[in-house]
C-alpha cells in the first residue's frame, strides 16, 4: 500500500475526471498524482506530448525510459515500459541488455548506443561529457536532445514519486496507456 492514501475519484474534475476515464485512470499511480490537482493536468500534458509528438524515435525514447527506470530503481515504470517496448516488437535480448547494463550491446544501433551512454550520464552525473554529447549530436538533432533530456527527467521524476510513496505496480498498462495518448492526440 502507498505511503498516502490515493485520491478519490469522486472528487475528480474537469480533465482528471476526463482522464480516469480512460486506461491510466486505472492505475494506482493516476490515483497518486491526482493527489496535486493543480500539477496533474500540466503533467498529463507533458507525458502525453512525450508519446505523441517527439521526433526522437519512439524505440529510443523508450530506451531511455528502460535506461533512467533501471539506473534509479523505477519498478513501477519499469514493468510498465517492458510492456510498451515488447509491444512496439522490440526483442526480449534488447530488454535484457538494458536490465543488465550492457548499454554498449551490438543489440542496439550505434545511435542508440550514443544516446544510451549519453542518457547514463545525464541520470548519474547530471553533466553530459563532450564526447558523449559530441556522439550523440552526431545522431540526433539539437530537437531530439531536447526531447531525450526531458523525457529522461520525467521519468526520475516518475521513480521518485513510485518509489518514496511506495506506490504498488499495476499490471501493465503501458501498451493501452500509449495507444490511449495517441488517440486523444489525434482527437484534438
Known sequence: MARVPPAD??????SIA?????????TGVFRILALAPTCMPAFSQLTRALFTSLELPEVD???????????????????????????????KAVVD??????FESELFTPAQ???LRFGRQSVLNVKVDDHAFAETARHYSPRQ????????GTYMFMARLTQGLEVEVDAPQGPKVLEDAKARSRAE
Open 113 to 115: 548506443r550514443a544516446l
Open 97 to 102: 541488455a538494458v536490465d543488465g547494463y550492457d
Open 18 to 26: 476526463e482522464a480516469y476515464k480512460g486506461p491510466a485512470g486505472r
Open 61 to 91: 525514447r523508450e530506451l531511455l525510459v528502460l535506461l533512467t527506470a533501471k539506473l534509479q530503481g523505477g519498478e513501477y515504470e519499469w514493468v510498465q515500459h517492458v510492456a510498451i517496448v515488447e509491444a512496439m516488437g522490440v526483442s
Open 9 to 14: 475519484p469522486a472528487t475528480f474534475t474537469g
Open 145 to 152: 536532445i531536447v526531447e531525450a533530456i526531458y523525457t529522461i
